[in-house]
């Protein structure tokens, strides 16, 4: 059964970092782009990053541009995404997506989702 299981959310100062996981079971990650996206209480899913199959492509939104940084270990079939002076408007569940090809396709291509893991950021 293919599966998406994002770990590593939790309570953080502002300032401060964190490292979600995305791994992967019942299918290998290496062909698929894979992407983050959050939804933050009262507010719309919006993505935040991206990586390609080959990781030769990455984006960003731009409210996280320079902070959080996306990479892939296809050999542990999973996708990190690194968030470093976390602010408190990045408060939101984090999901993890896999895209139905090997591009990153933005809102679109999306055929599996994680049950998403919470990140709060506060003092």
């Known amino acids: 059964q293919l599966q998406l299981v994002e770990s590593g959310g939790g309570l953080v100062q502002p300032g401060g970092s964190l490292r979600l996981s995305c791994a992967a079971s019942g299918f290998t990650l290496d062909y698929y782009a894979i992407g983050w996206f959050r939804q933050a209480p009262g507010k719309e899913r919006e993505g935040v990053s991206c990586?390609?199959?080959?990781?030769?492509?990455?984006n960003y939104a731009d409210s996280v541009k320079g902070r959080f940084t996306i990479s892939r270990d296809n050999a542990k079939n999973t996708v990190y995404l690194q968030m470093n002076t976390l602010k408190p408007e990045d408060t939101a569940v984090y999901y993890c997506?896999?895209?139905?090809?090997?591009?990153?396709?933005?809102?679109?291509?999306?055929?599996?989702w994680g049950k998403g893991t919470l990140v709060t950021v506060s003092s």
């Open positions: 997506v896999k895209y139905s090809s090997g591009r990153c396709l933005g809102y679109f291509g999306m055929d599996y």
């Open positions: 990586i390609s199959s080959s990781a030769s492509s990455t």
